[in-house]
């Protein structure tokens, strides 16, 4: 089963989410594994997987080795639509496809996590909802209290909505080291409310604060 890891925007603490996620199930006895949809920012390795496989306790995998799991990096720290166009290289969402269909034949749970928030350009011409809708994965959403991400995240929730995307769960990231602890925990009860009114079958967890930068 494939499942999309996105978030209110690029800090949201995707990464983290994942790679916890991944524990969790791991140690509900499932085969696990994480892909990135697209990396920007890195040369030759995906950072995010590295990250995840030291929250999942592993070694790098065979898969890893192989770039299924990073199918697509690009050098500039940006959204992918514009390091694409950097490097010179358009993306494959082909490819991109082929080896999400690879990992979910050998795997129990294969979770991808997006590039930056919800909204992201994957290429000119497609969102990175688009292509989430298009092909039917269900996803985790990963949202956070900081300022401003109250109106934030109800904004991406209506984009859900009205794309009738399957909302599984919503990861709440404490943000360590960045939060008013006033704003936190009201943004928190908030949008909790109105999760439980958009996607009443989503399960609502808060991510546990881990000492990993975002």
Known sequence: MVT????VDTDAGKSIATGWW???????GKRVITQKLVQTGNQDCSEDIVRHREMMGIPFLP???ARLTMPEIYS???SPHLAARIDQRPLDID????ATRILDERY?????????GLMVPLTESLLTIDYIQQMGYPMIFVTGGVLGSISHTLLAFEALKNRQINVTHILYNRFPGRHDRIIDDESCAYLQRAA??????ACWKELPIMNYEL
Do not use: N, W
């Open 196 to 201: 439980r009114q958009l996607f009443p079958t």
């Open 95 to 98: 490819k991109i496809t082929a």
């Open 4 to 7: 999309v890891v996105s978030g």
């Open 22 to 28: 991944a524990r969790q199930l791991m140690a509900e």
């Open 76 to 78: 500039y720290p940006c």
């Open 63 to 65: 898969e890893d080795d």
């Open 108 to 116: 129990d749970e294969v979770l991808l996590e997006g590039a930056g």
